[in-house]
């Protein structure tokens, strides 16, 4: 994060479960928005960090018990 990003600190207000709802909120959502528009679209601006996506990338595969085969198939769908 940047010095003036609005975010620096604001993970220490927010709960575990929290953090679940929105990020599950925000799956949903996408995984809908990609449907709706027929094809895959820009989860995020260039002002995440590479760092901050795998995080969260690496997060999501895992909590799915996911493998590097299924995410090989899902990622083979293309865009």
């Known amino acids: 994060?940047?010095?003036?990003?609005?975010?620096?600190?604001a993970a220490a207000g927010v709960s575990?479960?929290?953090l679940r709802t929105i990020i599950g909120a925000a799956?949903?959502?996408?995984?809908?928005?990609?449907?709706?528009?027929?094809?895959?679209?820009?989860p995020i601006e260039r002002d995440v960090s590479t760092t901050e996506a795998m995080t969260l990338a690496c997060a999501l595969v895992?909590?799915?018990?996911?493998?590097?085969?299924?995410?090989?198939?899902?990622f083979s769908r293309g865009k």
């Open 1 to 9: 994060m940047s010095p003036s990003d609005p975010l620096d600190g």
């Open 16 to 18: 575990p479960a929290q």
């Open 27 to 42: 799956v949903r959502l996408y995984a809908a928005s990609c449907e709706a528009a027929g094809e895959e679209l820009a």
């Open 62 to 74: 895992r909590s799915q018990n996911l493998n590097a085969f299924d995410f090989a198939m899902w």
